[in-house]
């Protein structure tokens, strides 16, 4: 089993849409949950971190912790066809100071 | 705030010769950075953990002595890539550690001839 799970997609929503990006991880003591963004050929951009259970607002996006089920999303509200990336969920190693990422969900989002 | 650079950001080489990254964080300073390799379509792979003043921490299956790494300030991590051959070519990015959170460098394409 892998430790962070994310389906690989394509997710295709239309502009304006609401995008859901989810991640279940394996290791239930783990504490610190991370979403990054990832444009092909740059490095990851770091969009919301989550570290308690429930919903976490930026703007226009939305992290949800369930540790109970052990499940990370990230949802963005009024989708944009910038927002068209790789969305990469992490968490961290018990532990540690490391993170283990998925393998990333390619959102497209389509005029 | 938490800006983080690397330096070169696109290097051609011939097999063989090494190659130095630098990563830099600009307005924090960082005890512990990381490296990460990415390969085309591949999610990161993080190959060792720099901590400033003390050696790297390596994973597993990453030789230590290909890959050298220095922190030798709170703001500066150096990666060099020993004797590079065309299968180290990849995307090396680095991370710098800040109050829990990573955050990325631009990141490097190292191509190898």
């Known amino acids: 089993q892998k430790e962070v799970e994310q389906n690989s997609g394509p997710l295709s929503v239309p502009e304006g849409a609401i995008a859901s990006l989810n991640c279940t991880y394996s290791d239930r003591v783990s504490q610190s949950f991370f979403w990054y963004r990832q444009y092909s050929g740059k490095s990851p951009e770091l969009i919301m971190s989550?570290?308690?259970?429930g919903d976490k607002e930026d703007g226009r996006f939305t992290a949800q912790l369930n540790k109970a089920s052990q499940y990370v999303s990230l949802l963005i509200r009024d989708s944009q066809p910038s927002d068209s990336a790789t969305y990469l969920c992490a968490v961290n190693a018990p532990n540690t100071d490391k993170l283990i990422f998925g393998t990333g969900t390619r959102l497209q989002v389509f005029p | 705030g938490a800006v983080v650079s690397q330096h070169p950001s696109r290097v051609i080489c011939k097999s063989g010769t090494s190659v130095k990254i630098e990563c830099r964080s600009l307005?924090?300073?960082?005890?512990?950075m990381f490296w990460y390799r990415q390969f085309p379509k591949k999610s990161l792979m993080l190959m060792a953990t720099s901590n400033e003043g003390s050696k790297a921490t390596y994973e597993q299956g990453v030789e230590k002595d290909k890959f050298l790494i220095n922190h030798a300030s709170l703001t500066l991590s150096t990666l060099t890539v020993t004797s590079a051959h065309p299968e180290d070519s990849s995307f090396y990015i680095c991370s710098a550690e800040n109050y829990n959170e990573q955050f990325f460098g631009p990141g490097t394409r190292l191509t190898v001839l």
């Open positions: 307005d924090f300073q960082a005890t512990t």
């Open positions: 989550i570290y308690s259970n």
